[in-house]
């Protein structure tokens, strides 16, 4: 039997099949392409996922280093004071009896220093451990400020009493904010204890407030020292240019204020300080306020 001799394909089948194949073939590079590109693309979130592990864990590092720093130099500098109250205190055991009225006057004066120096580091480290949680949980609720200003003035009555300082709340009982009770709380102690510290036996204390805008102004003025102009502007600028670590890191001045300033920042508000020497010290700082009264 002959065998069939193949049928040859005439023009129009030709193209046909041609087409066929040449779509076969590009949607088969096409598809390479794609699967090339999505390789791709997951190397690239692969690095950047990589690269952004290595860069928190590079700032987690930073954070710990730096509290352990603060905590590590503010317990060192505790020794200080301490050594110098039991100091002070033993040598008076021994001596006060023998000692006139000026300078047992004058060793109690060191011993109130000492302790108000010790005080203030305490405050310090309380602070900067307050910061670190905030820095965690920022927990603003709805409060009195008159309420809050009373309870700190009332803890800081001690201190008062000794200065024979006058501090009045000039807070207006219908005052509501809405921030962070614990940092607030923070502020006004730092602030009005600066005040009492840096001011004259017998001296002034004032809390006030008033409003500006959507924001409330609150104010802590004393009739103390003052600063002058020139530690006023260093002290200005290294509240707006400084971070914590490094304003303790110098000399420790202006920590406090550091610490207030970066709470007052977390409510969005701004911090200002006035001084004049002689005349006194104004330090404003702004928090949210609510709608309403109660």
Sequence with gaps: MRAETPRKLNQTEKTRNEVILQFLNNDSKQEKKSVESKFRELVMENIQLRQQIRNRAFKTNEILNHNHKIVSIIAHDLRSPYNTLLG???FLRKNSASMNQEVLGSYIDLIINTSNNALELL???LSWTTLNKSSKKFNPTLF????LVTGVLQNLKPITEIKEMNVVNKIPSHIVVIADQNMLTTIIRNLVTNAIQYNHQGG?????SNFNDDQLEV??????KGIDAELLDMLTDKLNTESVTACYADTKKGLGLMF?????????GDMQIESKVNTGTTVRFSIPTA????
């Design 260 to 268: 207030c300033k970066e709470f007052v920042g977390m409510h969005g």
């Design 204 to 208: 002034k204390v004032v809390v006030s």
């Design 144 to 147: 009195n400020l008159q309420h």
């Design 88 to 90: 002070t205190l033993d």
């Design 291 to 294: 709608d309403y009264f109660i």
């Design 219 to 224: 104010e802590v003025t004393d009739n103390g």
């Design 123 to 125: 405050d310090s480290l």
